[in-house]
C-alpha cells in the first residue's frame, strides 16, 4: 500500500514515514506543495496524509485544490487544531479522517487500516451530518469532541437515519431494517428516537433529530421556514460574526486578551510538531523491544525536538504573563533582548538558535509589555516553523526619530539552505502583530520572499548612554 505523506517537517516527515514502512506501507514523502502534484501525476497512491501546517499557507488550500481537481484518493488530516470548527472545515472540504496531535503512533496506523478498508468496502465509509461522525468499522459515534456510547440497537437506528440524512425515514422502514418487524403499533421506534435524542441531541443547541409529524423522522438540520431562516439559529452563523476591532487609542496598554489567547494558541499549535515526534519515538521503542540500540542520529533528532518542545512551551508562559518586567516608560535594546531571550536559553545553549547581536546598546525603545510579548511570538514562530539550526541576526537602524529593528533569519549549518520566510512563517498571525505593533507605536514590514522583518518603534527622546556603539 503506497502513502503520500505531506508535512514540510522534515524531521516528523522522515519518522512518520520510517514507522508506516515498519508496518508494511511503501511511503513517500513530500516537503511543499509541487512534490505532492507531481507524486499524484506520477503514481497512484492509495492514501495521502496531509499536515494542515503545511507550505506557506495552509494545508486547507491544497486539500481544496486537489478535491476541486478530481483527486479522490483518500486523505488523512494531521493538525494541532482541536477546535470542532476545524474538523468540520477539514471534511467538508474533502477530508476522509482528522487526526489531532500529539497522537499515538499506533493510532495513526489503526486510523489509515480503516481507511484503505473503507476504500475497498463502501459500506464501510464513515458517516458525517453536521459534527456527528458514525465510524461503522470502529462501532464509534462522535459529537464534536464527545464521544457519544450507543447500545447496538441505537447505533443501528442511528446509522440507519444517517445513511438516510436530511430525508424522511418513516417508522415502518425504521422498524423493519433495525428490528426486522412490519408491527404498526409499535412504540420502539418512538422510544428508541427518545434516547437517541438524550445522547445525540442534549448536550448540543444544534439539534439533529427531528420529528416529520404523521410521517417519521429526519436527520439534519431543522427544515427552512418561509422566510429563509431555521427554526435555530446556527452555532457556525454565530461564529461567522466578526468582533468590533481593538481599539488603539494608548499605545501603553496591555495586548486584549482576545489576542493574547489567539497568539498562544498560534504558538501550542507549532508545539504539537515536536511532543508529536517525541511521542511517536518513544512508542517505537516500547513496540520493537527488544529492539537494536538506538541510533545516534535518530537520539540527537529526539534531543532537539525536546529542546524545541521546551523553548514553545515557555514561549506561551511568556506570552500569557501579564506581569514580571519592569515597568519603565524606557529600556534599552540591551535590557530589552536579554529579557526576550532568557525564555530560549534551551535551544540557545543547545545550538538550534544562535543570536547575532547588532544593534546600539544605549538605544532606548518603549519597555510596555506588548512589545516584549511580541518579540516573544516572533522568536517562538521562527523555532517553531524551523527545525534545522538557525541563527538570528537583530540589527538596529536609526532613522527618523525611529529604530528600524531588523530581524534576519537565516540556516546555521549552511546559510545557502532555504529556510522560509516571513510571511510565511507569520502568515496565520499576520493580523494580530500589525496591531500590536501599532499599539506600541510602531510598524511592522514583511520581507515578500525574504527571511526578514522589519520592526519600526520609537525611541526615549533622549537616549541615555551605554557602554558600547555596536556589539
Known amino acids: 500500500m503506497s502513502i503520500l505523506l505531506a508535512d514540510d517537517d522534515a524531521q516528523l516527515a522522515t519518522f512518520l514515514s520510517k514507522s508506516l514502512e515498519s508496518e508494511g506501507y511503501s511511503v513517500h514523502t513530500a516537503l511543499d506543495e509541487n512534490t505532492v502534484l507531481a507524486e499524484l501525476e506520477r503514481q497512484n497512491y492509495k492514501l495521502i496524509i496531509l499536515d494542515l501546517n503545511f507550505g506557506q499557507t495552509d494545508g486547507l488550500e491544497l486539500l481544496e485544490k486537489l478535491r476541486s481537481g478530481g483527486v479522490e484518493t483518500p486523505v488523512m488530516v494531521l493538525s494541532a487544531r482541536n477546535r470542532v470548527s476545524d474538523r468540520i472545515q477539514s471534511l467538508n472540504l474533502g477530508a476522509d479522517d482528522y487526526v489531532t496531535k500529539p497522537f499515538s503512533f499506533q493510532e495513526l496506523a489503526a486510523r489509515a487500516n480503516a481507511i484503505l478498508r473503507r476504500k475497498s468496502d463502501p459500506s464501510l465509509s464513515v458517516l458525517r451530518v453536521e459534527d456527528l461522525e458514525l465510524d461503522p468499522v470502529l462501532r464509534r459515534v462522535q459529537r464534536g469532541k464527545q464521544e457519544i456510547k450507543l447500545s447496538p440497537k441505537e447505533f443501528g437506528l442511528l ?72 427554526a435555530l439559529h446556527s452555532q457556525q452563523a454565530a461564529l461567522s460574526i466578526n468582533p468590533p476591532a481593538m481599539s488603539i487609542a494608548d499605545h501603553a496598554a496591555p495586548i486584549a486578551q482576545p489576542t493574547v489567547r489567539a497568539l498562544i494558541h498560534s504558538v501550542a499549535h507549532d508545539l504539537a510538531q515536536p511532543l508529536t515526534s517525541v511521542r511517536c519515538y518513544l512508542e517505537m521503542l516500547a513496540l520493537h523491544s527488544p529492539a537494536a540500540p538506538p541510533q545516534p542520529v535518530e537520539l540527537k533528532s529526539m534531543e532537539q525536538q525536546t529542546d524545541r ?56 525603545v518603549t519597555g510596555s509589555l506588548a512589545l516584549r510579548q511580541l518579540l516573544v511570538l516572533f522568536v517562538s514562530k521562527l523555532v517553531g516553523r524551523n527545525t534545522r539550526p538557525l541563527t538570528l541576526t537583530v540589527t538596529s537602524r536609526m532613522k527618523e526619530g525611529f529604530c528600524d529593528l531588523e530581524l534576519r533569519w537565516q540556516c546555521t549549518d549552511n546559510p545557502q539552505n532555504p529556510v522560509p520566510d516571513a510571511p510565511a512563517v507569520f502568515v496565520k498571525d499576520l493580523k494580530h502583530v500589525h496591531e500590536i505593533a501599532y499599539q506600541v507605536g510602531g510598524e511592522l514590514g514583511l520581507a515578500e520572499g525574504q527571511p526578514q522583518l522589519t520592526l519600526r518603534l520609537p525611541v526615549a527622546p533622549k537616549a541615555t548612554p551605554g557602554r558600547g556603539a555596536m556589539r
Open 159 to 230: 446509522q440507519l437515519l444517517m445513511r438516510h440524512a436530511g430525508e424522511t425515514v418513516s417508522r415502518q422502514t425504521l422498524l423493519q431494517e433495525t428490528w426486522g418487524t412490519q408491527e404498526t403499533d409499535s412504540n420502539l421506534v418512538d422510544v428508541y428516537v427518545n434516547y437517541l435524542r438524550k445522547k445525540v441531541d442534549s448536550f448540543s443547541t444544534e439539534k439533529l433529530i427531528q420529528t416529520v409529524r404523521g410521517a417519521g423522522y429526519r436527520l439534519g438540520r431543522p427544515a427552512p421556514l418561509r422566510n429563509g431562516t431555521t
Open 309 to 364: 518542545a521546551i523553548a514553545l512551551a515557555k514561549g506561551i508562559s511568556a506570552l500569557a504573563r501579564d506581569g514580571g518586567f519592569g515597568g519603565e516608560p524606557w529600556i534599552s535594546l540591551e535590557q530589552l533582548f536579554t529579557e526576550v531571550l532568557n525564555e530560549f536559553t534551551v535551544v540557545i545553549n543547545s545550538g538550534l538558535l544562535t543570536v547575532v547581536r547588532r544593534w546600539d546598546s544605549s538605544m532606548q
